[in-house]
């Protein structure tokens, strides 16, 4: 029974199918420009990471302004019709989220969002501050 259970481990694997969940779990949408002002850095072009890959984050990750300059990896899980590419991206947290109920764990800027899914307003995500 154990080496059942290690060849489908191993199966899974090397066919790349299997994930396996290394930090959080939420959700992620996108806005749209402008971007500026942020609640962190105002009007200042030089917040933004190059690749323009930036979030801003809801309540719950927020921690009062602390999340500002915070570094997270995501990646996208699903969402509606497979709208997942399969990497990683690097993005830093510039603002709080500028829609009142906050509508994702995390708003990824258009291109944040494009770096990790083909399509969708809203996918399923793994994140960890790094």
């Keep these: 029974m154990a080496l059942l259970v290690l060849a489908i481990l191993i199966a899974a694997v090397i066919s790349e ?9 939420g959700t992620a949408s996108f806005y749209k420009p402008p971007y500026i002002p942020t609640k962190c850095d105002g009007y200042r072009e030089e917040q ?23 570094r997270y990896r995501l990646r996208c899980l699903s ?5 997942c590419k399969r990497r990683t991206i ?32 809203k996918i399923n995500i793994e994140y960890i501050q790094i």
Excluded: Q
Aim: glycine share 10%; with cysteine; hydrophobic share 40%.
């Design 79 to 83: 969402g509606p019709k497979r709208p």
């Design 90 to 121: 690097d993005v830093k947290v510039v603002d709080f989220c500028p829609l009142t109920p906050c509508p994702s764990t995390i708003m990824l800027s258009r291109d944040a969002f494009a770096a990790i899914a083909h399509h969708g307003r």
């Design 48 to 70: 933004f990471p190059p690749g323009n890959l930036f979030v801003a984050v809801s309540e719950g990750l927020w921690d009062n302004g602390a999340a500002c300059g915070r």
């Design 17 to 25: 199918e299997a994930y396996f969940v290394h930090g959080d779990i």
